[in-house]
């Protein structure tokens, strides 16, 4: 039976053997001198050997985000591998990619594996055993999707930094380090729980990058990624994809068409018109001040947003109605643990 890891265990770096990783000191102009440059698995979008976290509610199709840049990588030369933790429709959702994007691509060409069922990457011994399946392939992986963060950490409490951090911690040495490559971790996040945003403060604090998708609008297909933090890089202009239903050409045994979804590039949505409405004018006004005194803070947890609604008289079902504005308005965005709040939209 699987153990699962010790925090400290996490934390330490060691080598295969136990033994301690060796310390080397290197003299600062030979750093400088090597003039390193990004190393694009996406140009512009994600980096090589970066930990990143792609996050957002429900139902913004996160999964067919991170299945949309890996097809990319992989048709790019880089080869990768996806967890898919809820298995079920990988198939269908490549098919539509491939049907949609690159009909003529032989798939058998694509350096891209899968696993179709979750693991518990808290326990070192799956930890282990996926490390060494991933060693046993004919191509050394230049990226790692795992989809999603709930059904790879079995166990784990979400509101536990330390937890949080611990598994963070070992993706990057096992993964990352270790096999030299992206990890790309699809999370949930933007729920409005108020009792989760403890935890997801270590998700958000912890990775080289963050990519955070958003619908604006709940019933539309459009939906956008903004990348809130990456190491030196720029801020990325907000990448837009639409959801469109394929057919792939065939039926099922109850005679009906098989279909999926398979994401193209749009137009970022318009900015809503601003409200008008007191609630909203309230709540803009408050989060003016709160901005004048996090003036170096661009996020703001669940529970800080909603104690300001609070505070401004809004009762509990007029909180959801102001927050959906403000998303639509890109007032906030959903973010891991809460809203990333942009000020000059206020």
């Not at 166990?155 to 951090?165: C, Q």
């Not at 109850?254 to 749009?266: H, Q």
């Not at 079902?317 to 007032?331: D, H, M, T, Y």
């Amino acid at each position: 039976m699987s153990s699962n890891i010790d925090i400290p265990d996490l934390q330490k770096r060691i080598d295969g053997n136990g033994a301690a990783r060796p310390v080397i000191l290197r003299h600062i102009g030979d750093i400088v001198a090597e003039n390193r440059e990004p190393d694009w698995l996406i140009h512009k979008i994600i980096e090589r050997n970066v930990l990143a976290v792609l996050a957002g509610p429900r139902g913004t199709f996160k999964s067919f985000i991170a299945l949309d840049w890996s097809m990319r990588m992989a048709l790019e030369g880089h080869a990768g591998v996806i967890l898919s933790g809820e298995g079920a429709g990988l198939d269908r959702r490549v098919a539509a990619w491939i049907n949609t994007h690159r009909e003529s691509t032989d798939l058998a060409d694509v350096p891209l594996v899968a696993l179709e069922r979750p693991l518990n990457l808290t326990a070192i011994a799956e930890m282990m055993a996926l490390v060494d399946a991933i060693k046993g392939l004919p191509q050394e992986p230049a990226f790692i999707v795992v989809d999603t963060f709930s059904k790879f950490s079995t166990g784990l409490d979400e509101n536990d930094n330390g937890e949080v951090a611990a598994f963070l911690s070992g993706l990057s040495e096992h993964l990352r380090e270790d096999l030299h490559c992206t990890v790309l971790l699809v999370a949930h996040s933007g729920h409005g729980d108020v009792q989760r945003p403890r935890g997801a403060s270590s998700l958000m604090s912890n990775p080289d990058a963050e990519y955070i998708v958003s619908r604006p609008d709940p019933q539309g297909f459009t939906v956008t990624v903004t990348r809130e933090r990456f190491k030196d890089a720029p801020a990325m202009p907000p990448l837009a994809y639409e959801a469109k239903v394929i057919d792939l050409g065939r039926l099922d045994r109850y005679g009906d068409p098989v279909t999926s979804l398979a994401l193209i590039t749009a137009d970022a949505p318009p900015l809503s018109a601003r409200g008008k409405g007191r609630n909203q004018a309230k709540v803009i006004i408050a989060l003016k001040e709160w901005t004048r005194s996090h003036p170096t803070e661009s996020h703001i947890t669940s529970m800080d947003i909603r104690g300001i609604c609070k505070n401004q008289g809004l009762a509990r079902n007029r909180i959801g109605e102001v927050l959906e504005s403000f998303v639509a308005q890109q007032i906030i965005s959903p973010a891991v643990g809460g809203y990333s709040l942009h000020s000059e939209n206020l």
